[in-house]
């Protein structure tokens, strides 16, 4: 399967403790987003990649949040002292960059649920 | 601040009718729209697009018209199937954007039942 894959699928963690999301996006894809979507939302916007550089970030992604992207391949999203308000599924998309988000595939996303 | 609004979270359709699903959007620079479905448990997939410069777009079922002057767009499934029941995601990018954002609405559940 050459689709965006995410891992884990779903995440249990307590309050505080902290939390990392792994994407692979589809090998050819230099743009990789990460998105969040709570009950009941669309998918809001986090922040992208392309190749290994961030180029844009949300406001949503506040302080405790991190995401790399190493060498321009998969991506980490890392979420420190993760509060019940994070609960959330965690999407991960990627495109060429001629197309950007036009052309995003999204992974299956990761649920978090921090109880 | 929703500027990509589905006013209607659900929709009851019987199989083989038409199903229309509705789109509002704020922004002027908005340029290009795109559907999403999306399974439970799966991430979304996309299902068709339509940019400024037209104001419909087919693909098989589905159509997509666009009506810029009411900053409108609306989805038409023809005919209906089961397996349409799902969530559909309106989407937009701004003008110029080969950037990453997509704004996108609240969803519309759909259920499609025979």
């Known amino acids: 399967d050459t689709g965006v894959s995410q891992n884990p699928r779903h995440k249990i963690t307590k309050r505080g403790q902290n939390v990392t999301f792994r994407c692979d996006p589809i090998?050819?894809?230099?743009?990789l987003y990460w998105y969040r979507q709570t009950l009941g939302q669309g998918p809001e916007f986090l922040t992208y990649f392309q190749n290994e550089a961030q180029l844009e970030k949300s406001r949503l992604l506040s302080d405790r949040f991190s995401a790399e992207r190493p060498k321009g391949s998969f991506s980490t999203l890392e979420i420190q002292r993760t509060e019940q308000g994070d609960s959330a599924m965690y999407l991960c998309?990627?495109?060429?960059?001629?197309?950007?988000?036009?052309?995003?595939?999204f992974g299956q996303g990761t649920r978090l649920t921090v109880v | 601040d929703q500027q990509v609004k589905q006013n209607s979270p659900s929709l009851s359709v019987q199989e083989g009718r038409i199903s229309i699903l509705n789109c509002d959007y704020t922004?002027?620079?908005?340029?290009?729209f795109l559907w999403y479905k999306k399974y439970p448990a799966e991430g979304p997939t996309f299902l068709i697009s339509?940019?400024?410069?037209?104001d419909k777009n087919e693909d098989g079922r589905f159509t997509v018209f666009l009506n810029k002057s009411a900053k409108h767009l609306s989805l038409h499934i023809v005919p209906s199937q089961p397996g349409d029941s799902a969530v559909y995601f309106c989407?937009?990018?701004?003008?110029?954007?080969?950037?990453?954002?997509?704004?996108f609405g609240r969803g519309t559940q759909l259920t499609v039942w025979p």
């Open positions: 339509i940019s400024s410069i037209k």
């Open positions: 922004n002027s620079m908005f340029d290009y």
């Open positions: 998309a990627s495109s060429f960059s001629g197309q950007g988000a036009r052309g995003a595939f």
């Open positions: 090998s050819e894809h230099n743009r």
């Open positions: 989407a937009a990018t701004d003008r110029g954007s080969t950037l990453g954002r997509l704004y």
